[in-house]
Structures are given as structure tokens and as C-alpha cells.
């Protein structure tokens, strides 16, 4: 978790805002009690972050079989989720986080039934989110010499792995794109 910037706190308090609002308008929250999220605290994940792109954090000791709202210590979001080119997935992102925060532990059936109830564009960016937070915290390029296809990567593959599509040994290229 990292302190968030002025600009950070703004963006994270209109999103909270947003997602609160379009909760209330959906039937299914409708009855209930949404007002203790709005105490929750938000902040970001570390920038090279790539796999997680929310986390909702719970109190050290609140009892783990029954977790409650007023036992959640922080949500944080990626710092690149803030940028208003992913809002839409943002906010399917804290609608996501809000679900644990409920009480919903695991990403069972009943969880993705709730994930599938909000209305909104975006929800299925999550993968494209991955590719280009991969991209940027890439150091080396796994480049297939055959199709032209580029993994980017943390570490070196060292002729260890192949082209998903064509199978030949990849390439080891570093990665000259800048990290931002
Ligand atoms: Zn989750
Ligand atoms: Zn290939």
C-alpha cells in the first residue's frame, strides 16, 4: 500500500462517489445498508503492481469466518486504474472490492452473481489492464523470432519457454520502453 498523492485522494473519493451511486440504483442493493462503505478508506497499490488490481484489506484479528464492513482497514486500487481512460473498469473494480468488503470472502458462484449484476461497460478490461501494466514493468521481451509475437516480461526466459502460437524457443530482448 503507498500514501496517496492530493490528486490520488480526488480521484478515489469522486470514484467511491460514483460506485456508491450506481450500487444504490441497482435493485439488488436497494434494501441494503450501504452507508458503511462509505467510511472506508481508499488508497493504491504499488505502480508495479500487475496481477492485482484492487485489494481489500481487513483489520489484523478480525475473526476470518465472519468478516464484517466495519472490519475492513483499506481498499486500495491500482495507481493506474486513476487515469479517466480506465473509469469504466475502475469502477467495476471497486464495485469488486466493495463485494469482499460486504463480507463476500471468495470468488464463488454467489460472488461472480453479484459481479454480474452491475450494468456497466467496462468490466471485462481486465485483461487488457494486465497486458499493459505488464508492458510497463517489463524489463525483457520474450520474442518469438518466427510469428513476431512479444511476451513482456519481469525475467529472462533463458530458452526455457516457447511461442504459445507456433512453439519456437523465445528471445531474450530488453524491454526500451519507459516505466511510468
Ligand atoms: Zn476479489
Ligand atoms: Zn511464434
Same mark, same amino acid.
Given at each position: 500500500?503507498?500514501?496517496?498523492? %492530493?490528486?490520488?485522494?480526488?480521484?478515489?473519493?469522486?470514484?467511491?462517489? !460514483? %460506485?456508491?451511486?450506481?450500487?444504490?440504483? =441497482? *435493485?439488488?442493493?436497494?434494501?441494503?445498508?450501504?452507508?458503511?462503505?462509505?467510511?472506508?478508506?481508499?488508497a493504491v497499490l504499488r505502480k508495479n503492481a500487475t496481477q492485482r488490481h *484492487? @485489494?481489500?484489506?481487513?483489520?489484523?484479528?478480525? +475473526?476470518?469466518?465472519?468478516?464484517?464492513?466495519?472490519?475492513?482497514?483499506?481498499? &486500495?486500487?491500482?495507481?493506474?486504474?486513476?487515469? =479517466?481512460?480506465?473509469? &469504466?473498469?475502475?469502477?467495476? @473494480?471497486?464495485?469488486?472490492?466493495?463485494?469482499?468488503?460486504?463480507?463476500?470472502? /471468495?470468488? !464463488?458462484?454467489? /460472488?461472480?452473481?453479484?459481479?454480474?449484476?452491475?450494468? /456497466?461497460? *467496462?468490466? &471485462?478490461? *481486465?485483461?487488457?489492464?494486465?497486458?499493459? =501494466?505488464?508492458?510497463?514493468?517489463?524489463?525483457?521481451?520474450? @520474442?518469438?523470432?518466427?510469428? !513476431?509475437?512479444?511476451?513482456?516480461?519481469?525475467?529472462?526466459?533463458?530458452?526455457?519457454? +516457447?511461442?504459445?502460437?507456433?512453439?519456437?524457443?523465445?528471445? !531474450?530482448?530488453?524491454? =526500451?520502453?519507459?516505466?511510468?
Amino acid at each position: 500500500m503507498a500514501k496517496p498523492s %492530493v490528486q490520488q485522494n480526488q480521484r478515489l473519493a469522486q470514484l467511491k462517489q !460514483d %460506485v456508491l451511486v450506481q450500487m444504490e440504483s =441497482m *435493485g439488488h442493493w436497494s434494501q441494503e445498508n450501504l452507508s458503511p462503505l462509505q467510511n472506508i478508506p481508499l488508497a493504491v497499490l504499488r505502480k508495479n503492481a500487475t496481477q492485482r488490481h *484492487g @485489494v481489500t484489506r481487513f483489520r489484523r484479528g478480525a +475473526r476470518t469466518t465472519e468478516l464484517k464492513t466495519k472490519d475492513v482497514e483499506t481498499i &486500495d486500487l491500482h495507481p493506474n486504474l486513476l487515469s =479517466m481512460e480506465w473509469n &469504466d473498469y475502475a469502477r467495476f @473494480v471497486l464495485y469488486h472490492e466493495y463485494l469482499h468488503a460486504l463480507g463476500n470472502r /471468495f470468488h !464463488d458462484t454467489a /460472488f461472480h452473481q453479484l459481479e454480474q449484476l452491475w450494468p /456497466f461497460p *467496462g468490466a &471485462d478490461r *481486465g485483461r487488457e489492464f494486465t497486458q499493459l =501494466m505488464r508492458q510497463k514493468s517489463a524489463t525483457w521481451l520474450w @520474442v518469438c523470432t518466427t510469428c !513476431d509475437k512479444k511476451y513482456p516480461r519481469k525475467r529472462k526466459a533463458n530458452r526455457r519457454f +516457447r511461442c504459445r502460437t507456433c512453439s519456437t524457443i523465445l528471445t !531474450d530482448v530488453p524491454n =526500451m520502453q519507459e516505466v511510468n
